[in-house]
């Protein structure tokens, strides 16, 4: 519920208009989301994360994602 969120944190929600081939990248620390789509194109998202080898994983990531993990 993006509008309950922003009443919440009294911050507002940034738009911007992508088109197809488009790419957007960002720290974990940012909070998004996506409204649906208002075409019939295909839209793909992935969720790539990197970690220095060696490096501990950090336990947030080990389970599916749920909209009441907390994150």
């Known amino acids: 519920d993006l509008k309950w969120l922003s009443d919440q ?11 197809a081939g488009d790419l957007v990248v960002h720290t974990p620390s940012i909070v998004h989301a996506s409204t649906d789509t208002q075409v019939d194109m295909m839209r793909v998202s992935t969720d790539i994360r ?3 080898k060696g490096a501990a994983s950090d336990p947030r990531w080990h389970a599916d994602w749920s909209a009441d993990d907390g994150y």
């Open 9 to 19: 944190t009294g911050r507002r929600w940034l738009t911007a208009h992508f088109k």
């Open 50 to 52: 990197f970690q220095r």
